[in-house]
């Protein structure tokens, strides 16, 4: 018995002790949003079919004993419970995916805010912290392929330039780009905010949303909410990233050889005499693009943030600088730099009765940059087309000036020095401070009925600074009469005042109201001086002396013989603009299921006459939410959430100058450097008599530009909400257009502004997103993409079209865009080609059949253009639509994945079905270099259909679809791999120590020929996809550090 007793005791002291090494694993980890990454507080952990559990703290942190193989039930409440796997070490990282309680979330609408899942209108929401993560300077870049329905292309790749935004379509030739509103402020400049400073993007995207903006919103409106702090908690963060920049591809050029080559051959072709190149000296190899650009241009980022509050009050403050240097010329010559603070705060005073804050955010802007515009206009345009055998310097070691080499100068004194007229001629400076602000009151006066005040201050000012020194690069690139100084100086403010009530009620539970009526008042005034003068003092002969106080002017005579020292200065009259607006919206709905909305607003504008001042911009708006019906129950399941929702509205546009309705009179003293001979002269007297004239001709009979729209759409959530749908359909008729239709020069005036012209834009749109975690595996992909067809209506000219400029794509080049009825806005118009001639059989058989021919002498390897209305002449009848630089349909994709402390992530967009129009050799000049694309030139039957023979003349080129090529592409946009360090050390402040490494725009597929497929860049604005030397965005390599403690 006691043996057995004693068996007994020692099997149970064995079972125990096996107990107890199967729990003593002590489990450490962390449980975190996996949309923000933030820490949840008080989150569930317990040990499934055991009666352990613990709660995270305050840094969202847990410690509990478990066996190795048992299984952790994670939950939060709004997020879907998890279940994770324990094995043995290590520390857990558990990322929570939020539930379709983000249906109750409160997004921001305008003047307010609202559920959800109770908005009926066309709204897209990208969060801050998705932004953040892709590390753009921008905010904007960093929405490229986020926001189905909104494209996003940059005007350029230089340093500070800005974006070009559409939102469904292109509604109007004037300006097209949406409205932000930061903070509730209308009217603010997105790109000064530092996307780690954004909580939120809210796009309104149809009218029915927008309509509570009226006349500023035909465009769309995105509204910014940057951040603030949280009830007790303070958190320190800091944010840094620096990389280096490179250009993502190089369009090839003819060396010397191929150059020599080419030029002989076509002066053959031409009947003109060869070029004894072996005759030449010091001619040189020179590719200009390498000289053009510079490598690993740096860019940098830096934000310090502190959040933090009270019960009662709440604050966010940062300070943050960011540099970025351009790939063309490096630092001296294309830079950007941008220094900010801001600082936010809400303070609830009287028992919570009475709420008060405020927003500032102040920036200061340095920048200087070459030209990228037309022809004229475009530093880097030069380098593509100057020959390569030009040296870069001369035997002293300064820019070559071919021009002065008089034993070459007979034959390319037209060529210049692109990289020394960059260098040169970039001397430039613009400073610029940016103040947005706003303070705002609001009291709770019964439960449900709030009124609030919101003054807001918009301020810029900026001051540009330019010199030009004396050089001589060619018979066309040269300043040898005087150096020329300019400065300018701008500043503007506006002030917004805006008022609003809002009530909440039920009635009988069931029934929920909302109600808001509000008026806002807004006034602008600004004012611009420029001076410019000659003849820098030769001791200050550099751009750091450049000011006008430095210049001795032009000298001339005045009326008693004496000379004079004169400088220019101008100052235009003060800018004022005034609005006046009266807006209102009511929602019902019942039982959260059937929803109703409808706003109106007036708008009041001093920009038109009395009679035509106020325009009026309803809405109308319902849903269904579908799944929140008993029939429903059985798919509930899979379908977790559905709701249908349709909506109309009219919204307005009044993009234009200042009071339209009168004829503004300008003296004749406005005298530049340039231009001095402003008077008029009288008699045979040679007197200057000052005088004055109308600008502009007046039309009191101007209105607003109306754009109506509607849309249906819907929202859904499948597979325990792991996958979120959004779909929309709309139609947008915009009429009313604000043109300025072309005028006789008799009229001694610029053109007025008139109303006339219309737009259908018609467009689908779908996004796609899946989260989802596996253990500690999180994951999320999305997916989106939409189509936009857009077709004029009407315009109200003779021909019914409005024209493009002349002399864009090289000297002396015709229209070659357009906006026409029955056309989308901005469209190519040239002649098409059939191929070339191949023989002088084809030639003859051509005649033959009557098709018609431009070229007068004719010769095999020629262009045959298609002669259209069959009247056997080449001619502008001929011509016709060859595509449009605005994409049909643009995309985007992510994915993203987390496993314990590491994340790595895809940000990828592209567009398709629009045309580039690639102009980089002036065919006017016999003498420019070609691409290598050249090479593939007819030089005898069968060796080319497509690539014209070479002649010294442009025949060959008049704009046809020859100009143009296919601008799909797919950017992958950004790849990141980052890892937090946070988890392996004690420290308990620390809540995230992330090291990360990131690529931007590292690949790039397209067909397209040139250094970047993604020009916004149009010689209008209404037109884009033009190069003419197109500025193009790096590729980047960056290493960054997000710290939060």
Request: charged content about 15%.
């Given at each position: 018995m006691k043996k057995q007793q004693l068996y007994r005791h020692a099997l149970l002291l064995v079972m125990l002790f096996i107990s107890a090494q199967v729990w003593a694993q002590t489990i450490r980890g962390s449980v975190v949003s996996a949309d923000t990454d933030e820490p949840l507080t008080g989150a569930s952990i317990q040990v499934k079919g055991q009666q352990e559990s613990t709660a995270t703290d305050s840094q969202g942190n847990f410690m509990l004993d478990a066996p190795a193989g048992a299984t952790l039930v994670v939950s939060y409440v709004g997020y879907q419970t998890q279940e994770i796997q324990v094995s043995e070490g290590g520390t857990l990282?558990?990322?929570?995916?939020?539930?379709?309680?983000?249906?109750?979330?409160?997004?921001?609408?305008?003047?307010?805010?609202?559920k959800k899942k109770?908005?009926?209108?066309?709204?897209?929401?990208?969060?801050?912290?998705?932004?953040?993560?892709?590390?753009?300077?921008?905010?904007?870049?960093?929405?490229?392929?986020?926001?189905?329905?909104?494209?996003?292309?940059?005007?350029?790749?230089?340093?500070?330039?800005?974006?070009?935004?559409?939102?469904?379509?292109?509604?109007?030739?004037?300006?097209?780009?949406?409205?932000?509103?930061?903070?509730?402020?209308?009217?603010?400049?997105?790109?000064?905010?530092?996307?780690?400073?954004?909580?939120?993007?809210?796009?309104?995207?149809?009218?029915?949303?927008?309509?509570?903006?009226?006349?500023?919103?035909?465009?769309?409106v995105v509204l910014v909410t940057t951040k603030m702090g949280r009830s007790g908690k303070t958190q320190l963060s800091f944010d840094a990233f620096?990389?280096?920049?490179?250009?993502?591809?190089?369009?090839?050029?003819?060396?010397?050889?191929?150059?020599?080559?080419?030029?002989?051959?076509?002066?053959?072709?031409?009947?003109?005499?060869?070029?004894?190149?072996?005759?030449?000296?010091?001619?040189?190899?020179?590719?200009?693009?390498?000289?053009?650009?510079?490598?690993d241009a740096k860019m940098q980022n830096y934000n310090l943030g502190l959040t933090g509050g009270s019960e009662n009050s709440v604050y966010a403050m940062s300070l943050n600088y960011i540099g970025q240097e351009g790939i063309a010329g490096g630092r001296n010559v294309s830079n950007y730099e941008r220094y900010g603070f801001r600082i936010n705060s809400e303070h609830k005073l009287l028992d919570q009765f009475l709420t008060i804050g405020q927003h500032l955010n102040f920036n200061y802007i340095r920048n200087n940059g070459i030209n990228v515009g037309n022809?004229?206009?475009?530093?880097?345009?030069?380098?593509?087309?100057?020959?390569?055998?030009?040296?870069?310097?001369?035997?002293?070691?300064?820019?070559?000036?071919?021009?002065?080499?008089t034993s070459n100068s007979p034959w390319y004194n037209g060529d210049g020095n692109p990289y020394g007229a960059m260098m040169t001629n970039s001397n430039n400076q613009n400073d610029a401070q940016r103040v947005l602000a706003d303070i705002y009151a609001e009291i709770e006066l019964i439960p449900g009925l709030k009124i609030k005040t919101i003054g807001g201050f918009n301020y810029s000012a900026s001051e540009y600074r330019s010199f030009t020194p004396l050089f001589?690069?060619?018979?066309?690139?040269?300043?040898?009469?005087?150096?020329?100084?300019?400065?300018?100086?701008?500043?503007?403010?506006?002030?917004?005042?805006?008022?609003?009530?809002?009530?909440?009620?039920?009635?009988?539970?069931?029934?929920?109201?909302?109600?808001?009526?509000?008026?806002?008042?807004?006034?602008?005034?600004?004012t611009y001086l420029s001076g410019s003068n000659w003849n820098l003092l030769s001791q200050f002969n550099d751009f750091a002396h450049a000011y006008l106080d430095n210049t001795t002017g032009q000298a001339h005579l005045d009326d008693e013989g004496n000379i004079v020292e004169t400088r220019f200065v101008n100052g235009r009259p003060e800018n004022m603009y005034r609005r006046v607006s009266y807006f209102g919206r009511f929602g019902y709905n019942f039982k959260e299921k059937y929803l109703l909305n409808a706003t109106l607003r007036a708008d009041g504008s001093s920009k038109f006459a009395r009679g035509n001042r106020w325009g009026y911009f309803p809405s109308l708006s319902a849903g269904w939410i579908l799944s929140s019906e008993d029939f429903f129950a059985p798919w509930s399941s899979s379908v977790n959430f559905l709701k249908f929702r349709a909506s109309w509205?009219?919204?307005?546009?009044?993009?234009?100058?200042?009071?339209?309705?009168?004829?503004?009179?300008?003296?004749?003293?406005?005298?530049?450097?340039?231009?001095?001979?402003?008077?008029?002269?009288?008699?045979?007297?040679?007197?200057?008599?000052?005088?004055?004239?109308?600008?502009?001709?007046?039309?009191?009979?101007?209105?607003?530009?109306?754009?109506?729209q509607t849309n249906v759409g819907l929202d859904a959530k499948f597979l325990n909400n792991r996958l979120d749908v959004v779909a929309d359909f709309y139609i947008k008729n915009t009429k009313n257009w604000l043109v300025q239709p072309p005028i006789l020069a008799t009229a001694g005036a610029d053109a007025p502004f008139i109303n006339g012209g219309s737009v259908r834009n018609t467009g689908v749109e779908l996004g796609l997103a899946w989260n989802s975690q596996v253990g500690e595996l999180a994951y999320r992909a999305g997916v989106n993409g939409a189509y936009n067809k857009n077709r004029v209506g009407s315009i109200p000219t003779e021909d019914g079209i409005i024209h493009g400029e002349i002399n864009m794509l090289f000297d002396n080049s015709e229209e070659f865009y357009r906006a026409q009825n029955g056309h989308a806005i901005g469209y190519f118009w040239g002649y098409q080609t059939d191929g070339l001639f191949q023989s002088e059989a084809d030639i003859a058989s051509w005649r033959e059949q009557g098709r018609g021919i431009l070229q007068p002498n004719v010769k095999p390897g020629d262009v045959k253009y298609v002669d259209q209305n069959g009247d056997g002449v080449?001619?502008?009848?001929?011509?016709?639509?060859?595509?449009?630089?605005?994409?049909?349909?643009?995309?985007?994709?992510?994915?993203?994945?987390?496993?314990?402390?590491?994340?790595?992530?895809?940000?990828?967009y592209g567009v398709t079905g629009n045309k580039i129009v690639q102009s980089l050799r002036n065919h006017a000049n016999k003498q420019a270099n070609y691409t290598t694309q050249i090479l593939e030139r007819w030089t005898g039957e069968g060796t080319s259909n497509r690539i014209p023979r070479v002649t010294e003349t442009n025949i060959n080129w008049q704009f046809s679809d020859l100009y143009l090529q296919d601008g799909d592409f797919l950017r992958i946009a950004n790849v990141t791999l980052g890892y937090d360090f946070s988890k392996l050390t004690s420290w308990k402040y620390a809540n995230q120590i992330r090291l990360y490494?990131?690529?931007?725009?590292?690949?790039?597929?397209?067909?397209?020929?040139?250094?970047?497929?993604?020009?916004?860049?149009?010689?209008?604005?209404?037109?884009?996809?033009?190069?003419?030397?197109y500025y193009p965005r790096p590729k980047v390599v960056l290493f960054g550090l997000n710290v939060k403690f």
């Open positions: 990282l558990i990322r929570l995916v939020a539930e379709a309680a983000d249906l109750e979330q409160v997004v921001v609408i305008g003047y307010g805010a609202q109770l908005n009926t209108g066309a709204n897209l929401r990208v969060e801050g912290a998705d932004l953040e993560k892709r590390n753009q300077l921008n905010p904007l870049q960093a929405l490229q392929g986020q926001a189905p329905g909104v494209s996003i292309t940059a005007n350029s790749g230089q340093p500070g330039a800005d974006m070009k935004v559409v939102v469904r379509g292109l509604g109007t030739i004037g300006n097209s780009g949406p409205l932000y509103v930061i903070d509730g402020i209308p009217g603010g400049d997105i790109s000064i905010l530092n996307p780690a400073d954004i909580v939120s993007i809210d796009v309104l995207k149809d009218a029915a949303s927008a309509a509570i903006y009226g006349s500023q919103a035909a465009n769309g620096g990389g280096v920049q490179n250009v993502g591809r190089r369009v090839p050029l003819l060396n010397r050889e191929q150059y020599k080559t080419i030029m002989n051959e076509q002066a053959l072709n031409t009947g003109s005499a060869l070029i004894d190149f072996d005759g030449m000296e010091g001619l040189a190899d020179t590719d200009w693009l390498d000289y053009m650009f510079t490598d022809q004229y206009n475009n530093t880097l345009r030069g380098a593509f087309a100057t020959s390569p055998l030009s040296p870069v310097y001369s035997n002293n070691g300064r820019f070559g000036s071919p021009y002065n080499d001589q690069f060619s018979a066309f690139s040269y300043n040898l009469d005087h150096t020329t100084v300019n400065q300018n100086m701008g500043k503007g403010h506006t002030l917004t005042w805006t008022n609003t009530a809002t009530y909440d009620f039920n009635v009988a539970t069931d029934h929920q109201f909302t109600a808001m009526v509000g008026m806002e008042s807004q006034r602008y005034q600004g509205g009219q919204v307005g546009n009044q993009d234009i100058a200042d009071f339209q309705f009168a004829s503004p009179i300008n003296t004749s003293t406005g005298w530049t450097a340039d231009n001095p001979a402003a008077h008029y002269v009288f008699g045979t007297g040679n007197v200057n008599v000052p005088g004055a004239y109308p600008r502009r001709l007046s039309n009191p009979l101007l209105t607003w530009e109306t754009s109506e080449i001619n502008v009848l001929d011509k016709i639509d060859l595509g449009v630089g605005l994409p049909n349909f643009t995309f985007g994709f992510n994915v993203g994945v987390n496993y314990k402390n590491f994340d790595l992530s895809l940000d990828a490494v990131q690529g931007q725009n590292l690949f790039t597929f397209t067909k397209y020929d040139g250094m970047d497929p993604e020009i916004g860049y149009g010689t209008s604005g209404w037109v884009s996809g033009i190069d003419l030397g």
